[in-house]
């Protein structure tokens, strides 16, 4: 049975990151879309456009360019906006899927997550960008933290397109209730993640009701490292 789903990207990053996914995806028959979210990837838009109320909308645009249901995927800070879209639209989720990201509840914001988030590689090692609107990584670290067993050439690749993230989405408390909480949700952590630690997307997964969690041996990157295992994850929710 063909599917639909969407995938979305965290900070820094944009659709680029899930290419491989993609052609597995619809190698399969899927229906599969990887928007960049304004302010990334190949967005024409900048940081003032990079907000949480604009992220979703653009992810509830591509949902509405769907027939039907999607199974809706989010890394990292991805998964945020997933929770944000879950809320808006329960109707048209089929299922929540959370790749090493962020599993809110009710009036928590990125930050407050990531204050918790003690191990990450990711605290101490930003620095704000001269307008003071967003951050942008330790350029020394970004192999460490987000890709330390991808491979030379996947690293470049990702380096080399790399936007600032900008920081009004990082403090939105989302408002999240009955409907995000009625929607399916399936977590994948990720064992080596340098980025958002495994005690913490565990104490996520459990306190968020996953009625699957799946666990890959890698970085925060799995879309580079294991893409053939990512996929294989996502067709089970849509089986």
């Known amino acids: 049975m063909v599917k639909n789903f969407v995938l979305v990207h965290g900070a820094w990053h944009g659709g680029w990151c899930w290419n491989e996914v993609v052609a597995l995806l619809e ?4 229906r599969v879309a990887a928007p960049d979210l304004p302010g990334h990837g190949d967005d024409s838009g900048g940081v003032d456009d990079a907000t949480m109320e604009n992220y979703v909308a653009r992810i509830c645009e591509t949902i509405d360019s769907m027939e039907g249901k999607v199974i809706l995927v989010g890394h990292s800070l991805g998964g945020m906006m997933i929770s944000a879209v879950a809320e808006k639209i329960p109707q048209r989720i089929e299922r929540l899927v959370y790749l090493c990201a962020f599993l809110p509840v009710d009036g928590e914001s990125a930050n407050i997550l990531g204050a918790r988030n003690l191990a990450s590689g990711i605290r101490g090692n930003t620095a704000l960008t001269e ?26 690749y990702a380096r080399t397109r790399l936007r600032p993230q900008a920081l009004e ?3 939105v408390k989302l408002s999240l209730g009955e409907n995000f909480s009625l929607v399916p949700k399936h977590y994948i952590e990720c064992i080596e993640d340098q980025a958002i630690h495994i005690v913490q997307q565990r104490e996520m997964a459990a306190r968020g009701n996953c009625s699957l969690v799946t666990s890959f041996n890698c970085s925060h990157s799995p879309f580079f490292t294991s893409p053939e295992a990512v996929t294989i994850a996502l067709l089970s929710d849509a089986e």
């Open 27 to 30: 190698s399969q028959g899927h």
């Open 131 to 156: 307008d003071r609107k967003a951050v942008v990584m330790n350029e020394a670290l970004i192999q460490q933290v987000f890709y330390h067993d991808c491979s030379d050439e996947q690293v470049e």
């Open 169 to 171: 989405p990082m403090g």
